[in-house]
Nanobody
Framework: QVQLVESGGGLVQAGGSLRLACAAS????????MAWFRQSPGKEREFVSY????????YYADSVKGRFTISRDNAKNTVYLQMNSLKPEDTAVYYC??????????????WGQGTQVTVSS
């Protein structure tokens, strides 16, 4: 079992930055690909980014490409999402996920509880 806890969300003005963190416990994250998803009220959960086990492979949704950066520190068992040039449409609850394979769909075995990101205009 893997427990994931997100942190770093908050309220920020448009154009600002936030860094989300996803800390894992229970097992080493080196066995898992990691991803970030987000969900806004009334919308389905949306893929944001994934990173492979070694950190050498990354992929981003078109809506965040060039603004968000995913990274991982396997020694700290933590995955990050650096979010720059934030827009009001980035407002959502952000979830991290872990699974044996990377995917843009929600086919991950473990999920965090989410952290709220609100971007004001």
């Amino acid at each position: 079992q893997v427990q994931l806890v997100e942190s770093g969300g908050g309220l920020v003005q448009a154009g600002g930055s936030l860094r989300l963190a996803c800390a894992a416990s229970g097992r080493s994250l080196t066995s898992y690909a990691m991803a970030w998803f987000r969900q806004s009220p009334g919308k389905e959960r949306e893929f944001v980014s994934y990173i492979n086990r070694s950190g050498t492979g990354k992929y981003y949704a078109d809506s965040v490409k060039g603004r968000f950066t995913i990274s991982r520190d396997n020694a700290k068992n933590t995955v990050y999402l650096q979010m720059n040039s934030l827009k009001p449409e980035d407002t959502a609850v952000y979830y991290c996920a872990a699974g044996p394979y990377y995917s843009t769909t929600a086919q991950y075995d473990y999920w965090g509880q989410g952290t709220q990101v609100t971007v004001s205009s």
